[in-house]
């Protein structure tokens, strides 16, 4: 009977042990919920006058869900290209940069519920003589959108289902938007939620004449295997969304609320 008492208390002293393990195996680092970002898609996140100071809805958010886990936030600037390789590299705990959610992410990644959903996007400067009421009328022209995107996966289905224009592939969505005011492209593909944010800036130069029907929806990405952290993000969601924070977190980026009727 004793043996069986104190291996009992063994197991549950074990038990307890792991659960603490695990919670700490959490995060990588004690009490920081670290989020990769690409600090160079407003009004997603961007950066303020200063050139320091990270802004827009998924910063927002970051620092929304850290608190609803009882930790602080750390905001990782990385470049687009390289931001899921950071995560599989541990460089930071999840990717909270208008991650859209694609079978073959959900197979190499643990994605969250979404929190936004978002559409396809024609943009042509104001004043353009370039006449455009569909995808299909980007024949012939020098199209602009951000590479390894949604809007690159659109276009890149339109090449082959025979549409014939010149790709410019940039790796900054602000640079299409530049090069379209400046005349290097004729019209750039984006986001909807992109595209609604530059076109509503005091004094843009820009024009929505095409926008599509929301097709995909944005989530969080964490690295594969770590359900713990996906849970407890979730949860956060869910918690943001009933009382009202992520309504308010979108009134005060996108002007309007996008997210109450996604989940």
Do not use: H
Not at 10 to 20: G, I, N, P, Q, R
Not at 78 to 95: H, P, R, S
Not at 153 to 158: G, L, R, V
């Amino acid at each position: 009977m004793k043996k069986l008492l104190f291996a009992v208390f063994a197991l549950a002293l074990c038990l307890v042990s792991c659960s603490k393990q695990t919670s700490k195996e959490m995060l990588l680092k004690k009490g920081e919920l670290s989020i990769g970002v690409n600090i160079a898609y407003p009004p997603f996140e961007y950066y303020d006058a200063d050139g320091k100071t990270a802004l827009g809805f998924d910063i927002d958010l970051g620092k929304a869900i850290a608190k609803k886990l009882g930790v602080n936030a750390q905001i990782i600037d990385v470049a687009w290209e390289g931001i899921f390789a950071g995560l599989d590299t541990n460089k930071y705990d999840c990717v909270i940069s208008g991650i859209t959610i694609t079978p073959e992410r959900q197979a190499a990644y643990e994605l969250s519920n979404p929190y936004v959903g978002n559409g396809q996007a024609i943009i042509l400067k104001k004043g353009s003589s370039v006449k455009i009421k569909s995808p299909e009328d980007l024949k012939g022209l020098t199209v602009g959108y951000l590479t390894e995107s949604t809007s690159d996966i659109f276009m890149t289905k339109k090449a082959e289902a025979g549409l014939k224009f010149k790709a410019a592939e940039y790796d900054d969505a602000m640079n299409s938007f530049a090069d379209l005011k400046n005349g290097r492209c004729d019209a750039v593909v984006s986001d909807s939620l992109v595209a609604v944010d530059y076109v509503s800036k005091k004094d843009a130069p820009f024009e929505i004449v095409w926008q599509g029907k929301p097709e995909e929806y944005i989530g969080i990405a964490i690295k594969k295997g770590n359900t713990q952290l996906l849970e407890a993000v979730n949860k956060a969601l869910e918690d943001l969304l009933a009382d009202g924070t992520l309504k308010e977190l979108s009134i005060r980026n996108f002007g309007s609320d996008i997210v109450s009727t996604v989940n």
